[in-house]
Protein backbone atom coordinates (compact mmCIF):
# COMPACT_ATOMS: atom_id res chain seq x y z
CA UNK A 1 0.00 0.00 0.00
CA UNK A 2 2.74 2.25 0.71
CA UNK A 3 4.08 2.02 -2.79
CA UNK A 4 0.76 2.33 -4.19
CA UNK A 5 0.05 5.78 -2.31
CA UNK A 6 3.79 6.99 -3.06
CA UNK A 7 2.73 6.60 -7.01
CA UNK A 8 5.86 3.93 -7.34
CA UNK A 9 3.49 0.58 -7.05
CA UNK A 10 0.07 -0.84 -8.43
CA UNK A 11 -2.27 -2.80 -6.70
CA UNK A 12 -5.80 -4.43 -7.24
CA UNK A 13 -7.69 -2.47 -4.25
CA UNK A 14 -11.81 -2.55 -3.54
CA UNK A 15 -12.77 0.77 -5.27
CA UNK A 16 -13.98 2.40 -1.28
CA UNK A 17 -10.10 1.97 -0.54
CA UNK A 18 -9.00 3.42 -3.50
CA UNK A 19 -11.20 6.41 -3.33
CA UNK A 20 -10.18 6.93 0.46
CA UNK A 21 -6.76 7.61 -0.54
CA UNK A 22 -7.36 9.56 -3.76
CA UNK A 23 -5.29 6.96 -5.83
CA UNK A 24 -5.84 6.79 -9.59
CA UNK A 25 -7.77 3.66 -11.50
CA UNK A 26 -5.80 2.46 -14.14
CA UNK A 27 -8.10 -0.20 -15.27
CA UNK A 28 -11.76 -0.20 -14.22
CA UNK A 29 -13.14 -3.68 -15.22
CA UNK A 30 -10.27 -6.37 -14.19
CA UNK A 31 -13.46 -8.93 -14.05
CA UNK A 32 -13.50 -9.91 -10.06
CA UNK A 33 -16.50 -8.59 -8.99
CA UNK A 34 -18.22 -10.73 -6.67
CA UNK A 35 -21.00 -11.17 -4.13
CA UNK A 36 -20.78 -10.71 -0.56
CA UNK A 37 -21.60 -13.82 1.30
CA UNK A 38 -21.52 -14.32 5.41
CA UNK A 39 -21.44 -18.05 6.72
CA UNK A 40 -22.65 -18.91 9.82
CA UNK A 41 -22.34 -22.03 12.07
CA UNK A 42 -25.59 -23.56 11.92
CA UNK A 43 -24.95 -23.54 16.13
CA UNK A 44 -24.75 -19.93 15.87
CA UNK A 45 -27.35 -18.99 13.20
CA UNK A 46 -29.45 -17.94 16.29
CA UNK A 47 -27.43 -16.47 18.43
CA UNK A 48 -28.23 -12.70 19.38
CA UNK A 49 -24.64 -11.42 18.89
CA UNK A 50 -24.31 -13.17 15.93
CA UNK A 51 -27.75 -11.68 15.00
CA UNK A 52 -26.82 -8.02 15.82
CA UNK A 53 -23.49 -8.78 13.54
CA UNK A 54 -25.01 -9.73 10.22
CA UNK A 55 -27.99 -6.70 11.27
CA UNK A 56 -24.82 -4.49 11.51
CA UNK A 57 -23.20 -5.72 8.36
CA UNK A 58 -26.29 -5.78 6.24
CA UNK A 59 -27.02 -1.87 6.98
CA UNK A 60 -23.40 -1.24 6.12
CA UNK A 61 -23.42 -2.46 3.12
CA UNK A 62 -26.56 -1.20 2.06
CA UNK A 63 -26.01 2.43 3.24
CA UNK A 64 -22.49 2.23 1.64
CA UNK A 65 -23.64 0.72 -1.68
CA UNK A 66 -22.24 3.64 -4.18
CA UNK A 67 -18.72 3.70 -2.20
CA UNK A 68 -18.74 -0.50 -2.94
CA UNK A 69 -19.99 0.24 -7.04
CA UNK A 70 -17.10 1.18 -9.28
Request: aromatic content about 4%; overall charge negative; some cysteine.
Amino acid sequence: MKAVEARVGMALLPHFTSKKRDLVCVQGDVGCDQPIWLAIHSDLAHSGRVSAVVDFLDTQISENQQSLSP
